[in-house]
């Protein structure tokens, strides 16, 4: 089914097919394929089961991406053996040029609609002096989906330990992605990720410094107390027993 209104992004066409099918349990599923045709010349062709990304195609190295967990599937092509992904996405790619350049000459290259990023950063796990951890920078809601991150650590630049994932599509056609950044939490460090897109009229930066809680005194100081109070009370009670026996 091929799906186009008024509302979509001026810039993109999505092609959406959707089909329902039980075939592994009794509960209905939805597989989603989407074709994103943007006028930059780029095209977007992704699987997509229960709303979860499950294959995307890599048109830079004509190759098909698996990006269902390991654990869940060792061998994801058998999901969607019999279908030719690749040559059907690679066919899409050229109705995507075409497409595109006719959405631009009918609409006379109006104004790109963009949506600026909004954006969060937190730690993956709690966070504890000198443990590996991970910084989460998430970005959402935003359009065209060109974002650039760029992390510091106490005001340094940092490129080891980022990752960055794809983009993926909502359903009000904006984006989201995010960076992560892998470290050791430290007194005093402070870490920044700055996000910058055309919709951003400067660049937003979120800060997060690490937080430790540290164990009070209260409990030991009080079970010491107590302690020593027992000990009194039992050489207390000796001496009035020794004391009466020697009455």
Known sequence: MVISSSDMKQSALIILMLNTFCAFSQIPHEVLYVVGCF?????????????????????????????????????????????SILNDALENEKLCLAFTAIAAAE?????????????????????????????????????????????????????????????????????????????????????????????????TTRIWEPEFSHQSLGPDIYCGVCLTLGMFGVSAGIFFIAKAQGQ
Do not use: M
Not at 120 to 136: A, K
Not at 171 to 195: A, M, R
């Open 39 to 83: 006028v930059n010349g780029t095209t977007e062709v992704q699987f997509e089961f229960d709303a979860e990304e499950i294959v995307y195609v890599d048109f830079a190295k004509e190759e098909i991406v698996y990006t269902v967990p390991a654990f869940l599937d060792p061998d994801p092509s058998q999901l969607l053996v019999g279908l």
């Open 107 to 203: 609409e006379n290259y109006p104004p790109e609609q963009r949506d600026p990023p909004e954006s969060v950063l937190f730690p993956s796990e709690e966070v504890q002096l000198d443990i590996e951890n991970s910084l989460i920078c998430f970005v959402n809601h935003f359009y065209p989906p060109s974002v650039k991150f760029t992390w510091t650590k106490n005001g340094q630049l940092l490129s080891e330990g980022v990752s960055l994932s794809r983009y993926y599509p909502n359903n009000d056609q904006t984006f989201h992605q995010f960076s992560t950044l892998t470290f050791i939490p430290s007194e005093g460090d402070i870490y920044s990720c700055t996000v910058e897109h055309l919709a951003l009229e400067r660049p």
